[in-house]
């Protein structure tokens, strides 16, 4: 039977180190949020966001823009957001509409207020091991790994999903602490045989129990960051669990898995930038 990767508690125990470390500098860190539009989905995000800020301490500041805004429009918003000095952190609620440039809206923003990390300049400072922000996502799994005391060193890593935001940086980050790494994608060959092979697996393609346990090695880690909603209106990862757990020698819930530790590090990440703009780190 696995033991269970408890994001939930490990984001309330930093939640609380993120609050005390905000009252002993005095500084109130700011983050800012910025949404096209009024789609239900965009709306939960930034609610989210709000209550995050409230329960670690910092300012939440919401940009709720119209969804006939220009291109220019958004990229003036944020060059003034880039000025500002009461405005730590900058975040853009994805995927932008139709007719926006992603990777130009990105690049907009300032690396030191780039809190989600997906900035070039901060991706590629992942790679050398010397970064001021990593991305949310990767950086929760990490942080788990290191509370449960999980060791990195000659460890085959099998990644599956190879995104920029979460794949790529994930895969990095775990080379970066010595495991050996294998990338998954949807063009890799018989994905059970690469899985089947990991000591850590780890999942991200947003694929409703795509992992079974004929795709894992007895006795394996595994942590889902996938995430997609089913016919019934719940929550589901990329690894079928119930199969999965019993053979697993860890493995993350979804929910309370990796999500809360995303959230956890973006608050984090902002009081990093904080401090960084401030000229106390």
Known sequence: MAICLDGKALAEK?????????????????????????????RIYVESKKKDCAAYGLESAEFNLPEDTSEDTLLSLIAELNER???????????????????KIINAISPEKDVDAFHPA?????????????????????ELLAHYEIGLTGQHVVMV??????????????????????????FTRDLGSQTR????????????????KDMVKPG???????????EDGKIYGDVDFPEVEPIASYITPVPGGVGPMTRAILMRNTLTAAKRLSGLK
Not at 198 to 210: C, E, P, T, W
């Open 220 to 230: 394996a880690i595994v942590v889902d960051i996938g995430i997609s909603r089913g």
């Open 122 to 142: 901060n991706i590629g400072r992942v790679m050398t091991g010397d970064y001021n922000f990593i991305p949310c996502t990767p950086a929760g799994v990490m």
């Open 161 to 186: 999903g190879c995104s920029n935001i979460v794949g790529k940086p994930q895969a990095l980050l775990m080379l970066n602490e010595n495991a050996t790494v294998t990338v998954c994608h949807a």
């Open 197 to 212: 092979q990991a000591d850590i697996l780890v999942v991200a393609v947003g694929h409703r129990g795509l992992i079974t």
């Open 85 to 103: 000095p009461d405005i730590h952190g900058i975040l853009i609620q994805l995927p932008l509409p139709e007719g926006f440039c992603k990777e």
């Open 14 to 42: 930093m939640r609380k180190e993120v609050r005390r470390e905000i009252e002993d500098l005095g500084i109130k860190p700011g983050l800012a949020v910025i949404i096209i539009g009024e789609s239900p989905a965009a």
